[in-house]
């Protein structure tokens, strides 16, 4: 797919205090980070299908982590989708995605389109069936605007191969559409943390291909960064040096890792459409 031009760019900062947390951050479930909304209406009949979508989805996925479902009929249909990160905490992906209906329900009334991105979860509804196809299309990148330390060129090779594997593993039907991958970099022996992600109602084969997809973006934003994200609406690739996945093991996840929390992010923000 060709490259689009960024038409939209704004600042996002992390919280201070998130500098302080070693674990993935409990505001993760809650907090959303990114939200889009298009395809103004009018009728009752699509606020009322979306409704009932909403209400399908959060019970079902926040008891098996994933949920499709599908209102109304006609011109009023809406189709949806919920889908929590397959190793956080039930009661993280409960709260995540009650967080994310109330977010499209505030932020996207009268609109048949909504997407909220959150760390933990993702939620979707439209008036176009979209389901299981691989959509690619508006795409969200956060850049940690802090440079890694110590040997650049060397953090970008390592940075590289681990997020090849991470685009790799997505791919294979054992993952279940979640890679979790981690290298050691530097002589002081920091570990960067790449992880991806994809939404259940595409193959694994599309999965690895959108992955993929989304690691070739890194370099083109964020070279030499300390983290980054990649977010589409059917996958994701991020990359961090502070452990940000569960579960949270090794001897290096000390007090140094919380440097690479602080900072300030930009994001980028694609549309293919």
């Not at 996840?253 to 923000?269: K, L, M, N, R």
Request: glycine share 6%.
């Amino acid at each position: 797919m060709a490259p689009s031009s960024p038409v939209l760019l704004l600042p996002l900062l992390l919280a201070a205090a998130a500098a302080l947390t070693l674990a993935p951050r409990p505001s993760s479930a809650v907090d959303p980070v990114s939200t889009y909304c298009a395809k103004n209406f009018t009728s009752a009949q699509t606020q009322a299908s979306i409704s009932a979508v909403l209400a399908t989805l959060v019970p079902r996925a926040s008891a098996t982590y994933y949920s499709t479902a599908t209102s109304g009929s006609g011109s009023s249909t809406i189709w949806g989708l919920a889908q929590c990160r397959g190793d956080i905490p039930s009661s993280d992906c409960a709260r995540c995605l009650a967080a994310a209906a109330r977010q499209v329900a505030a932020s996207c009334r009268g609109q048949a389109d909504a997407r909220v991105w959150y760390d933990y979860c993702f939620l979707r509804y439209d008036d176009t069936d979209f389901l299981g196809l691989p959509d690619t299309g508006y795409t969200i990148i956060l850049i940690n605007t802090m440079n890694a330390t110590g040997d650049l060129a060397a953090f970008d090779r390592a940075e590289r191969r681990l997020m090849a594997r991470v685009a790799e593993e997505a791919g294979d039907p054992a993952s279940a559409g979640l890679a979790r991958e981690t290298a050691k970099f530097g002589s002081d022996g920091t570990t960067i943390y790449g992880l991806g992600w994809c939404t259940r109602d595409i193959t694994a084969a599309d999965c690895g291909l959108c992955v993929a997809q989304a690691v070739a973006e890194l370099p083109n934003y964020c070279r030499f960064r300390r983290g980054c994200r990649v977010l589409y609406s059917s996958c994701m690739a991020r990359y961090e040096t502070y452990p940000f996945f569960f579960p949270v093991t090794g001897a290096d996840d000390d007090a140094d890792a919380s440097s690479s929390h602080a900072g300030e992010y930009e994001t980028v923000i694609l549309n293919h459409k």
